[in-house]
Structures are given as structure tokens and as C-alpha cells.
């Protein structure tokens, strides 16, 4: 071999590569090209071998060669890599383009429960006037849902509760949130302004407007020189904040064991205006509550001396409070988790 023949045969590989280089599809040839040609076993070292058969003088020449030939190839593979690498990417970008300007995807988001919604719109009226959130217990005993409550064993009001007793002895779930009021006479000294929301249940014959689930406020206020003129002038306040400004409200006599006198408070019939109709039984009112002056006995259940204190209470129907502002007419509907009839609060 003499040095033509080497120069020829390095010109041929270079060539040989750069055509290569230019075929290859993809940077994983490249790199296969890269290694057969420039790697420690390729090619380009093979070829050299044949230096060492030269005659001295002509080595650096075919040194110098070789060193030119290798620079040319790695430039070009380089180059080659670039030019795949782009190609690559903007297939890449092309295939996995997102269109920004698309409408999202909705999220479904929930929304408060019409019964959370009024128990917090009672609140929000009751608490301007100094009334506390208080919570009691769904599992009662019979002396606080009945007995300090002014309702004997064997009491025939019971009728009015009756209701699901538990396998503990003198346990039930509560039928009213009345109980709270003991329990809050109980544990705080007077003043007592206190407002307790709960869910209820009863043995019930289940129907529009009864269910055997269902959720009360209960009030509470105790305190020295309390009247029921008291309570008329709040309850009245009340009718206004949740009915609107001008709602036209009266009380009528009612019986409950733990008061007395007691009250049923009416406020005119929202359907129609007090004309009278089918909504109000043509009476032109709409019963939202019962209430009245805390029995002495009560009190003293409570731990308190009526002929220092007095109070009053009163204790309305979620549901009926709800169906009153929404137009609802049957409180089944808010414990069956129908999306339909709950995405209406929105
Ligand atoms: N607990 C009664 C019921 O469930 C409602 C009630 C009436 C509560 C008069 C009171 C009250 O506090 O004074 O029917």
C-alpha cells in the first residue's frame, strides 16, 4: 500500500459516511454510523492500519489527511444529528399540538344543600340579635326529649312524638330539638340566647308533608324580665329578614307541654299574599312555627329558679321554612339525593 492508495481509500470512506449521513433516517442510525466509522474498532482506525507499511516520510502526510477526513465526518454527523433532531421535534410538536383556544373541560362543582342554606339564612337572622349556634345530640334519652320537658310517661302529648326507640334501655333518636334547651339551661347561665339546629325523626306515616326525617331550629332565650312581647316583636323581625320587609305576621294560641301560654306564629300565606287559596287553606296564613314562654318546670329542669328568670322558646320545620321560600311542595325531596331536584339551589 503506498500513500496514494491510503488517501484514496480514506477519501472513499468519507465519502462513503457522508452519503451514509445523509441517508440515515434517525439519530439512532447516526449513532450506529458514528460508532462503524469513527469508533476505537471502525472503520477509519482500520483503514489506518495500512500506515504503518508506508515509508516514513509520507506518514504525517496521511496523519494530516486522516485528522481532516475525521473532523469532516464528525462535523457532518453532527450537523446530520441537528438536522434529525429538529425534524424529530417538530413532528413531535405537530403530533402532540394542544389547541389553547378550546372551551375547558367543566368541573363539576357542588354546591351547599337547600336545608344547610336555610338553617344558615335562620341563623344569620337570629344571630343579629345576639343568638348562638348550640348543637345537641340525634341519640337523646327519654328524660330530655320527654320528661324535663314537661311530658310524663304515659303523657298523652307523646302521641305527637312518637318515634324510633333504640335497643338501649330509655334511649331514642330525638323528635324535636327541644332537648337542647335542657341541655343549654344546664350548661350556661343566663343570659342564654341560644339557637339550635339538628336533624329530627318521628315514627311517621311518610307524605308530602311529613317525613320521618327531618331537620327543626330550635330558640331559646332566659333570661330576668323576658315577655312574650319579646318574642313577638323577634319573631316578627325574623319574618321580615327571611320573607322580606313588610311580611304581615300574627300569633294564635297553640298548646305545647314546655310552654305556656303557648303560641302558634303565622306569617300571611307567600302564595298568596293573604288573599286567601289552596296553598293556606283559604285561611290567607301559613303556620311557620310554634313557640311560647318557657314553663317554670322547664326552667327548673334546666337548673334555673323561674321566679328570677323567665324565658321563651320556639322551634320551626326546616323543610316548611324552605318550601315556603322556594316554592317547594313536597319535603320528601330534600333527603332523596336527586341531582335534578338539588341542582335547582344553585
Ligand atoms: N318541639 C316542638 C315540635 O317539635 C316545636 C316547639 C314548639 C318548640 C314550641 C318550642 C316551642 O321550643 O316553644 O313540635
Redesign the pocket.
Known sequence: MDLAGLTRDLEALRDDALAGLAAAPDAAAVAALDVDVLGRKGRLTGVLRGIGALPAEDRPTVGAIANTIRGEIKDAIAARGRVLRSGELAGRLAAEAVDVTLPGRPVRRGTYHPIATTIERIAEAFGQFGFVVYEGPEIEDDLNNFQL?NIPPDHPARD??DTLYLDVEGHLLR????PG?IRVMQSTAPPIRALLPGR?FRYENVAADRNFEFF?V???MVDEGTTLGDLKGLLDQFAQALFGAGTRTRFRP?Y?P??EP??AFDVECLVCGGVGCPACKRSGWMTI????M?HPVVLQSGGLDPERYQG??????VERISNLRHGVGDLRLYLENDLRFLDGFR
Open positions: 320537658l305527637l312524638w323528635t324535636h330539638t327541644s334547651q329530627c327543626q330550635e330558640g331559646l297553640g305545647y314546655f310552654t303557648s303560641v312555627l310554634g313557640a311560647g318557657v321563651f322558646a320556639f322551634g320551626m320545620g
